[in-house]
C-alpha cells in the first residue's frame, strides 16, 4: 500500500514537468482572441475556405537545472490534427522530435491550411504532445480546441479554366 501510494505521488509530481506554458493561434495573420492553453476554446475569428491557421506552443522542462540531476526531456514529439475538416477527412501537421534541458522552453508551430471545399461547422482541433525524461517519466498532454469555419456570402472561386 506505501509503494502505491508512493508511486502515484510520484507520477502525479512528474506530469507536470513538462509544462505548456503559452497557446497563441493566429488565423491568416491575425492572433486569435480569447485562446488560452487550458483548450477547450473556439476560435471563430473569421476562418474561412482557404484559411490558414498557426498554433504556437511554447513548451518548458521545468526540472530544475541542477549539477547533480539535469534531467532532459527526449522524443518530444507535437502533433495536431483538425478532425474531419476535409469533406470528412482530417487536416494534420506533426513537429519533429527534439528535446529540452532542464528549464529550457522552446517555441513550436503547428500550421493547417483550411480546405477550399469545406462545410460550414465547427470542428475539433486536438493537441498532442508526448515526451519522456532521462528518469523514465512518460509525459503526455492533450488539449482540444474548436475551428469555426464560416463561408461568405457571394463567394465565388474559379478553381480551373479551359480554353479552346
Known amino acids: 500500500m506505501t509503494l502505491m501510494c508512493t508511486l502515484f505521488a510520484h507520477v502525479a509530481y512528474a506530469e507536470n514537468e513538462l509544462e505548456l506554458t503559452q497557446v497563441r ?3 491568416d495573420g491575425t492572433r486569435a482572441t480569447n485562446i488560452d492553453e487550458e483548450g477547450g476554446d473556439t476560435i471563430d475569428d473569421d476562418v474561412y475556405p482557404g484559411s490558414t491557421i498557426k498554433v504556437k506552443l511554447t513548451l518548458e522542462n521545468t526540472y ?3 549539477d547533480d540531476a539535469d534531467i532532459e526531456i527526449e522524443d518530444i514529439k507535437v502533433e495536431g490534427v483538425i478532425v474531419d475538416v476535409d469533406l470528412g477527412a482530417d487536416v494534420d ?3 519533429d522530435e527534439f528535446e529540452l534541458d532542464s528549464e529550457e522552453d522552446r517555441e513550436v508551430t503547428l500550421t493547417f491550411d483550411i480546405p477550399d471545399e469545406v462545410q460550414t461547422d465547427t470542428y475539433r482541433m486536438e493537441i498532442e504532445i508526448e515526451g519522456e525524461a532521462d528518469d ?3 509525459f503526455d ?3 482540444d480546441y474548436y475551428v469555426k469555419v464560416q463561408k461568405r456570402e457571394h463567394d465565388v472561386r474559379i478553381v480551373s479554366a479551359v480554353l479552346k
Open 25 to 27: 493561434i493566429y488565423v
Open 64 to 66: 530544475p537545472d541542477e
Open 93 to 95: 501537421d506533426e513537429i
Open 136 to 138: 523514465g517519466t512518460k
Open 141 to 143: 498532454i492533450t488539449r
